[in-house]
């Protein structure tokens, strides 16, 4: 199975920054593509921003010219860069990945895909 782990979240005050970060660790694993969600209190959780293996990118329009998504695929690692922080950013944030996981017999009949989760990071931005 598939570990991710977040870090970076924090509270900083209206137009800051934070970076958050997300390793995934595990047995064996390839990852398809890594995600940031977030969830406010009272809402549902929503797409962030989504980087797939090949490097495409997509953006929630709400965070679109704030937020990079960039991923270091030698250590299984997503990045969310937030600038120009507005209250309305403040969210428990979650990293999720869609892995190809081997089967018995390796990479090929047999293997399988999952989706996993981090336990989410907290950001709180203050007017």
């Known amino acids: 199975q598939v570990q991710l782990k977040e870090s970076g979240g924090g509270s900083v005050q209206f137009g800051g920054s934070l970076r958050l970060s997300c390793t995934a660790s595990?047995?064996?694993?390839?990852?398809?593509?890594m995600d940031w969600y977030r969830q406010a209190p009272g809402k549902q959780r929503e797409l962030v921003a989504r980087?797939?293996?090949?490097?495409?990118?997509n953006y929630a329009d709400s965070v679109r010219g704030r937020f990079t998504i960039s991923r270091d695929n030698g250590e299984n690692t997503v990045l969310l860069e937030m600038k120009t922080l507005k209250p309305e950013d403040t969210a428990v944030y979650f990293c999720?990945?869609?892995?190809?996981?081997?089967?018995?017999w390796g990479w090929g009949p047999g293997s399988s895909s999952g989706d996993f989760w981090g336990q989410g990071t907290q950001v709180t931005v203050s007017s």
């Open positions: 980087i797939t293996s090949g490097g495409t990118t």
């Open positions: 999720h990945a869609e892995c190809a996981l081997p089967g018995p």
């Open positions: 595990g047995s064996e694993f390839r990852i398809d593509a």
